[in-house]
């Protein structure tokens, strides 16, 4: 049995379903294919943070990667990307708690973040978030679009059309397809794009959660993080490249645990649920958005941590790329053919 649509997306994470959200809102009729289980997306926090995501890269760099400008339009985004479908939107800023808070709030600064130093924390209003499960769960459900469950082994394309292979035998044709599969192997792509997928790295990633509220807004220091979620707090998160095993590792959770509540200043006794996802990484931590080199044929994914900041900015560029239109100024960053 086969169907057909005009744009086929593979993949319900963040990048996947934003982008069939812009699609849809353009008159584009859409189709989401996705196996339905072990979405990284749903294991974040949701934050929208260029401040603290800038300054993390630009230490990770040694002061080498400034990308406080991609980051600051990547959030710009979110205002009108939120009311348009109805996501859940917290401005309520974030604050780093460490000893080198000083350090900290000059280099945010530096890099064009608002920081304000007080007792024992640095405070930014540029940080915001979402909450993933309700901000999916209202992208998979939007009127017009379609979502069905299924893994695709391979996509092949006649020169007109693509098609889409499930495991279970059936074909989906389209004129366009927006790869989002995130880190899943196995899948048979034609050159060149098997060999940008090729490139991406899996990340497993995880979080704990409790039913305690814990924090008013975000939370970071140098163990990692504490925000609220619906009816608690998410505490996260380890990332260890190259494991696609979903079982929690409880030792490296506690871990975690403890040394994020100690920044908050309490102590480990603490009730949590683990959640474990794996995400992908392109090689240098910014998502693959945009056209693939072959005519009909897009990427959206591999966005490492930041995949609901760019959510919004990877749908555009890629809409835009897919619509003929001029690229945006941050779209050559994105561009998956920079690794070609």
Same mark, same amino acid.
Request: with cysteine.
């Given at each position: ?5 005009? $744009?086929? $997306? ?14 849809? @809102? ?5 189709? $989401? ?86 007792? *024992? ?7 915001? @978030? ?57 899948? *048979? ?27 008013? @807004? ?23 490249? *190259? ?70 900015? $990877? ?22 053919? @920079?690794?070609?």
């Amino acid at each position: 049995m086969s169907s057909s649509t005009e $744009v086929l $997306v593979i993949g319900a994470g963040v990048l996947g379903l934003s982008t069939a959200a812009e699609l849809l @809102r353009r008159g584009h009729a859409v189709t $989401v294919v996705d196996p339905g289980f072990g979405n990284a997306s749903a294991v974040a926090a949701g934050m929208i943070a260029p401040a603290f995501e800038a300054l993390a890269d630009w230490r990770g760099s040694d002061g080498r990667l400034d990308r406080g400008d991609l980051f600051r339009a990547a959030r710009a985004h979110w205002s009108a990307f939120a009311t348009a479908f109805d996501l859940p939107l917290h401005r309520e800023g974030a604050e780093w708690r460490g000893p080198d808070l000083e350090t900290v709030a000059s280099q945010l600064r530096w890099l064009g973040f608002a920081a304000e130093r007080t007792n *024992d924390a640095v405070l930014t209003p540029a940080d915001w @978030r979402t909450e993933p499960f309700a901000a999916l769960t209202r992208l998979r459900s939007l009127p017009g679009l379609t979502v069905m469950a299924g893994r695709v082994s391979s996509v092949t394309t006649d020169g007109a059309r693509w098609t889409a292979i499930l495991d279970e035998g059936s074909g989906l044709a389209a004129k366009t397809v927006v790869l989002a599969t995130g880190a899943v192997g196995g899948l *048979d792509l034609p050159e060149p794009v098997a060999g940008l997928v090729a490139r991406v790295q899996p990340i497993r990633g995880q979080i704990a959660v409790t039913d305690r509220h814990l924090v008013d @807004r975000a939370v970071r220091g140098p163990a990692g993080y504490v925000a609220p979620c619906p009816g608690g707090a998410v505490i996260g998160a380890t990332m260890d490249p *190259d494991r696609i095993d979903l079982e929690p590792d409880l030792d490296r959770g506690q871990g975690l645990v403890r040394a994020c509540l100690a920044q908050i200043g309490l102590s480990d006794d603490l009730p949590v649920t683990w959640r474990v996802g794996v995400r992908g990484a392109s090689p240098d931590g910014l998502p693959m958005a945009g056209t693939s080199g072959l005519t009909g044929l897009h990427l959206a994914l591999a966005p490492r941590r930041n995949g609901w900041l760019l959510g919004p900015m $990877v749908a555009r560029t890629v809409v835009d790329g897919l619509e003929g239109r001029a690229a945006g100024p941050f779209a050559p960053a994105l561009d998956p053919r @920079r690794f070609a």
